[in-house]
């Protein structure tokens, strides 16, 4: 149900922000933290040249209006048309004509609009004006709201924030390392517990760690495996040695078996 009616919970959402922020000439929550607010430009080019660039006066209603239509609105009604013309499948080519039009239509217009906000975002990196297309058609720009800033977030909780981060990246990096086999029997000398693990290594299989199923003796250091590990390690690398003696495994022999049925390795 709720990713049914997403679009109308993000536009709702977004017209609570508009209405308690904007609206009432506050900043957003996020231009609070930055200590920003918007600013008619078109008054500014009136009076002239300001003394300090914090001066001026806020939004009108007109262009409180036109923000929520154009930020709220269109990201709604884009929003539902993408889904409707992807649930109609208007892009297949069993449809018909007009709906293929309409589609390619759609998609000239997302390509436009990109377009545009990129060669918008150059601009704003060189004159530091007008962050998106919208500020730029409203002439609403940000401005500091007063020439002190206190820091509502502190560097302690900004420090925090940087070396859990990178804490939890190097762990996303790491983890998958630590599950490999290669480094499991790197660092199983290591273990504390040597003595009541030894049975249950010998009776597991050393690359998944696992009771084989259809156990294989690798010969000739007569350990054993899992038929499946053992069979695609030697597949991939010829010179396969074995996980618990490092000896080069030769032939396989099913455990129980006759010393004569024996598979060679290459």
Sequence with gaps: MLFQYEAELDA?????IWRF???VDKPTPGNGLMNL?????????????????LEGPGLTVAQKI???????????LWARLQSFSAFRRWGDFEQRPLARQAWGFIQRIEGLYRAASFGNLLVFLYTGSYRNLIERALRARLVYGSPNMNRAVSFEYMNRQLVWNEFSEMLLLLLPLLNSPTIKSLLRPFSKDKSSGSSEDNSSCPLCQASPTIPYLALPCQHSYCYYCLRTRCAAAPSFRCSRCSEPIVAMQRHGGSSDAKTHTQ
């Design 66 to 76: 036109w923000y929520c239509i154009a930020n709220v609105g269109r990201q709604y």
């Design 21 to 23: 922020s904007i609206w």
């Design 37 to 53: 607010r918007y600013r008619d430009e078109r008054a500014i080019e009136i009076r002239g040249k300001v003394r300090m660039g």
């Design 12 to 16: 709702f959402l977004e017209f609570l």
